[in-house]
């Protein structure tokens, strides 16, 4: 099947600070990436659809300027975490839309808050 | 009319049992109807996947049964292993949704050697 790749897997960082998260598709084009968020023995909750080229759509309750998300290519959307508390610690997934809507998911990043 | 409703929540299935998963959906726009496996700590993967054209789709050990009418689908595991012990979610989404997967709260099983 078709690849997603994330980095960093895993990130800790302080208090205040900002993270980037990045999500490839490593061997096809995908306009349309989602940003999930997946807290302990529940389900995935959709953060935002990442478009190629223009701004994402963000689901309600998600704060966008606290979440920004930039797909500046056909393969690659990046997550940034700005001044991240430690209640952002979290799972966070991506997946990346592919022909025939098959979706394909990354292998997740572990983000800790200090 | 978004809600994918999943059950059970959990499930414990012996060695070489069927273990089957309950999936119903609410949209009748949605056209892919995907099955993921998710081990602790990791992204899901794509298990098996299944279209509205068809009533079942097999893939090794892994069947989906998928009723159109009652707008349900299901996922068997076959010969359930040790291995197969995981989360799995379901999920439904259509062309009009942009890809945008729409999930069951998940099961989590165990298979016991």
């Known amino acids: 099947g078709a690849v997603v790749s994330q980095h960093p897997s895993r990130v800790i960082c302080k208090s205040g600070t900002s993270v980037k998260i990045e999500c490839r598709s490593l061997?096809?084009?995908?306009?349309?990436m989602f940003w999930y968020r997946q807290f302990p023995k529940q389900s995935l909750m959709l953060m935002a659809t990442?478009?190629?080229?223009?701004?994402?759509?963000?689901e309600q309750g998600v704060e966008k300027d606290k979440f920004l998300i930039n797909h500046a290519s056909l393969t690659l959307s990046t997550l940034t975490v700005t001044s991240a508390h430690p209640e952002d610690s979290s799972f966070y997934i991506c997946?990346?839309?592919?022909?025939?809507?098959?979706?394909?998911f990354g292998e997740g990043s572990w983000l800790t808050v200090v | 009319q978004q809600q994918v409703k999943q059950s059970p929540q959990s499930l414990i299935v012996q060695k070489g049992g069927i273990s089957i998963i309950n999936c119903a959906y609410e949209n009748t726009a949605f056209d892919y109807f995907p099955w993921y496996q998710q081990f602790p700590g990791k992204g899901p993967a794509l298990l098996i996947a299944?279209?509205?054209?068809?009533s079942e789709k097999k893939e090794g050990r892994f069947t989906i049964s998928f009723n159109k009418s009652a707008k349900q689908f299901s996922l068997h595991i076959m010969d359930s292993q040790p291995g197969d012990s995981a989360t799995y979610f379901c999920a439904g989404t259509g062309s009009g949704n942009t890809g945008k997967l729409i999930f069951g709260q998940g099961t989590t099983l165990q298979v016991k050697p």
């Open positions: 061997d096809f084009q995908a306009t349309t």
């Open positions: 997946s990346a839309r592919a022909a025939g809507n098959t979706i394909y």
């Open positions: 299944i279209r509205p054209d068809v």
């Open positions: 990442s478009n190629e080229g223009s701004k994402a759509t963000y």
